[in-house]
């Protein structure tokens, strides 16, 4: 079909008539509307922010190193606030993600003693203690000598003792472990 420029328009032959103009001039009206642009930036805002208030972390809550197999367990408890965390590694042995204590060393080591995770775990105490000072609730308290450790399954059990002696020692009178959760309509299988 060949493209054909068009002609005349029949309404505007009838312009004159002011029931026509009338028409005409509604139809001329901008096409473009104009945007309230900082009530939309607002009203986004609110919306970013009532999602990020009302978001609920109850998956996981803790950053579980993917070199590191967690025992699994049938009776676990959701972990409540964000208590320190000490991982033992095949390798090392951290807290709060940073390396601290190589765990080769003190799994052969007859001491009971690590004091390079003892410090770390005394400054956690310690800028916990200004968190304590501010507020006298119990709840604080107990979060704060609340300490989490994520063994993996091939750890010596000794060397889980003396990272929990050694957290003892620093002040950490609760320590929970982290485990998977297993089957509940099953036993857990034994390795």
């Known amino acids: 079909m060949p493209i054909v420029a068009p002609g005349r328009r029949i309404g505007t032959a ?3 008539h002011t029931a026509i103009a009338k028409r005409l001039a509604k139809r001329r009206r901008g096409v473009y509307a104009t945007l309230l642009l900082t009530s939309l930036v607002d009203m986004f805002v609110i919306l970013v922010l009532y999602l990020i208030q009302s978001f ?4 996981q809550i803790l950053f579980i190193d993917p070199d590191i197999m967690l025992p699994k367990a049938q009776t676990a ?4 606030g964000a208590p320190p965390v000490v991982t033992i590694g095949q390798s ?3 807290v709060q993600g940073k390396a601290v204590e190589d765990a080769t060393v003190l ?3 007859g001491v009971w003693e690590a004091p390079k995770l003892e410090r770390a775990l005394l400054e956690l105490r310690t ?3 200004a968190v304590r000072d501010v507020s006298q609730a119990s709840s604080v308290r107990a979060a704060d000598e609340t300490l989490v450790v994520q ?6 059990y000794m060397l889980v003792k003396k990272v929990i002696f050694t957290a003892q020692k620093a002040g950490f009178t609760r320590v929970d472990f982290a485990v998977q959760q297993a089957a509940k309509n099953g036993p857990a299988p034994i390795r």
């Open 151 to 156: 063994a993996d399954l091939g750890v010596p």
């Open 92 to 94: 090392s042995i951290t």
């Open 107 to 109: 799994a052969k080591s």
């Open 14 to 16: 009838f312009a004159s």
């Open 77 to 80: 408890s959701s972990l409540v």
């Open 56 to 59: 609920n972390a109850t998956g």
């Open 127 to 129: 800028s916990g203690q």
